[in-house]
């Protein structure tokens, strides 16, 4: 059984920070990217970030700078480091394992989210 679970959400104030963790189990990690999406109140999801398994990054355009992704394969996590956030980075932040590959099944997983609140 695939689980995804994260965890590290929580209520900080504006310029504080957070990490998050996502631990996956039921698949074979190395082989998935690896996504992190919010929802803020009210909106759609939207893409934060991504690792691939040959460890290449990307941001969503509001980031600037701010998050940092990364991934351990030997505990089979991925982690989102979140400096100087703000009021608009609130929202339930969701991790996503995703593996498609021609002519294979396409793998999309995701955990239940963690609430992440930012608010003096």
């Known amino acids: 059984q695939v689980q995804l679970m994260e965890s590290g959400g929580g209520l900080v104030q504006p310029g504080g920070s957070l990490r998050l963790s996502c631990v996956a189990s039921g698949i074979d990690f190395s082989l998935f990217g690896m996504y992190w999406y919010r929802q803020p109140p009210g909106k759609s999801r939207e893409f934060v970030a991504r690792?691939?398994?040959?460890?290449?990054?990307k941001y969503g355009d509001f980031v600037k700078g701010r998050f940092t992704v990364s991934r351990d394969n030997a505990e089979n996590t991925v982690y989102l480091q979140m400096n100087d956030l703000q009021p608009d980075d609130t929202g339930v932040y969701f991790c996503n394992a995703y593996l498609s590959e021609f002519r294979q099944p396409t793998y999309n997983y995701w955990g239940p989210g963690t609430q992440v609140t930012i608010s003096s």
């Open positions: 690792i691939t398994r040959d460890e290449i990054t």
